[in-house]
């Protein structure tokens, strides 16, 4: 099957702050965050700790790389996406550097705002019209999802994501503005462990159907 996974960055990465300030130091540069802009001169002078994406996201990532890993061991085709706070929409395979930056605790027109500045709407719409899915996995806590899916400034990933089927992890309140039936399947979750634990859950839901 073609399958397609949706997930955010997280706080916890390969290489902390606290490794690589020395190195900012020394060349007179702040801890990165939302500049982007500096993205060439940052990976100039952190070049020993440039990762792919899906290597430098730890934490609670796991469980989506484990879900992720699932899904390939099966045989299915994973289109892996992954949206950040610093680089806007970026698959598992784009390299990055440590920074600290997320959408979380910021108001809503901040973070359309941000979302904004980093086309991340528009970039992810353009991906979907090119491709169709088996299925769809999307694991996007509020803060994030509102920059793909936000009635009030017109935006629904879901009107150009063409997928048999799409399973939404987000809270039991999404039922309201997505209305699930039978081609959308909502999740629901509380928190971030709840959500750990249903990854995990659904994870092995699949290990067990190939068992069968």
Do not use: W
């Amino acid at each position: 099957m073609e399958v397609l996974v949706l997930t955010s960055c997280v706080a916890s990465k390969k290489y902390g702050i606290a490794e690589i300030k020395p190195l900012l130091d020394k060349h007179n540069l702040p801890i990165p965050t939302d500049d982007l802009e500096n993205e060439r001169k940052y990976k100039e002078i952190l070049k020993e700790f440039v990762l792919p994406a899906s290597q430098m996201y730890e934490g609670s990532f796991k469980f989506v790389k484990e879900l992720v890993n699932t899904l390939r061991k099966r045989g299915d085709e994973v289109d892996f996406f992954i949206i950040s706070a610093r680089y806007g929409l970026i698959d598992e395979n784009t390299p990055i550097i440590p920074y600290e930056c997320t959408f979380k605790g910021l108001s809503k027109e901040e973070i359309r705002k941000k979302a904004d500045k980093l086309e991340i709407y528009k970039k992810l719409i353009d991906l979907l019209r090119k491709k169709e899915y088996d299925e769809a996995i999307i694991i996007l806590g509020g803060d994030y999802l509102l920059t793909i899916f936000d009635k009030k400034r017109g935006k629904n990933f879901l009107q150009a994501l063409k997928a048999g089927k799409i399973i939404i992890f987000g809270s039991k309140q999404l039922e309201k503005l997505i209305r699930p039936d039978a081609n959308i399947r909502l999740i629901p979750v509380s928190g971030l462990g709840d959500r750990n634990k249903k990854i995990k859950e659904f994870t092995l839901s699949l290990v067990q159907k190939k068992l069968v």
